[in-house]
T-cell receptor, first 117, second 113 residues
Framework: GENVEQHPSTLSVQEGDSAVIKCTYS??????FPWYKQELGKGPQLIID?????GEKKDQRIAVTLNKTAKHFSLHITETQPEDSAVYFC????????????????FGQGTILTVHP | KAGVTQTPRYLIKTRGQQVTLSCSPI?????VSWYQQTPGQGLQFLFE???????NKGNFPGRFSGRQFSNSRSEMNVSTLELGDSALYLC????????????FGPGTRLTVT
């Protein structure tokens, strides 16, 4: 089955710096890659996603890049703020046997991001 | 729109008992997925339902089961609870038909003693 490795497990930055989190996946059939932010006591929040027909996607201070050949994708957060502090998860998904669903997400182990004021 | 709601938010059960957790998706969402989150294993997929049919299944024992109703609300059941079933159970709903773009609820914290 799919395996997703995420690095680093913890990341500490100063406010205003950039943060980069990297993930690698094993299943070459995976072609949907979302990123989630989880704050204490809450469920994961979808912050950005990318599909395999796109190499990069940006949304304000957040960007995701995908290298299908190398089977890795990365989250880039620029101009970090203290409110960006949370646990970030990458995930990967491939179509089910019937080709009807991407509903099974395989998650990385998470990165604890701390942004110091 | 209201987000995904899960009930109850907290639950304490004894080994050997069974439990049912409920999830109401975002209005209009027809796909519902369930995940187990633990410190040791992280987020693990349980199953996905769409139009009352299970479309995807994870690698959990048969003690874990689920269902979806015609109004897209979903329940999951765990029978013969074990200590290792203590976890945060998360439900996510998705718009469209693909099951991607999942929006999570706050979870149900299950403690088995």
């Amino acid at each position: 089955g799919e395996n997703v490795e995420q690095h680093p497990s913890t990341l500490s930055v100063q406010e205003g710096d950039s943060a980069v989190i990297k993930c690698t996946y094993s299943d070459s059939a995976s072609n949907y890659f979302p990123w989630y932010k989880q704050e204490l006591g809450k469920g994961p929040q979808l912050i950005i996603d990318i599909r395999s027909n796109v190499g990069e996607k940006k949304d304000q201070r957040i960007a995701v890049t995908l290298n299908k050949t190398a089977k890795h994708f990365s989250l880039h957060i620029t101009e970090t703020q203290p409110e960006d502090s949370a646990v970030y998860f990458c995930a990967a998904s491939r179509p089910n046997a019937g080709g009807t669903s991407y509903g099974k997400l395989t998650f990385g182990q998470g990165t604890i991001l701390t942004v110091h004021p | 729109k209201a987000g995904v709601t899960q009930t109850p938010r907290y639950l304490i059960k004894t080994r050997g008992q069974q439990v049912t957790l409920s999830c109401s998706p975002i209005s209009g969402h027809r796909s519902v997925s369930w995940y187990q989150q633990t410190p040791g294993q992280g987020l693990q997929f349980l199953f996905e339902y769409f139009s009352e049919t299970q479309r995807n299944k994870g690698n959990f024992p048969g003690r874990f089961s689920g269902r979806q109703f015609s109004n897209s609300r979903s329940e999951m059941n765990v029978s013969t609870l074990e200590l290792g079933d203590s976890a945060l159970y998360l439900c996510a709903s998705s718009p469209g038909t693909s099951g991607s773009e999942q929006y999570f609820g706050p979870g149900t914290r299950l403690t088995v003693t």
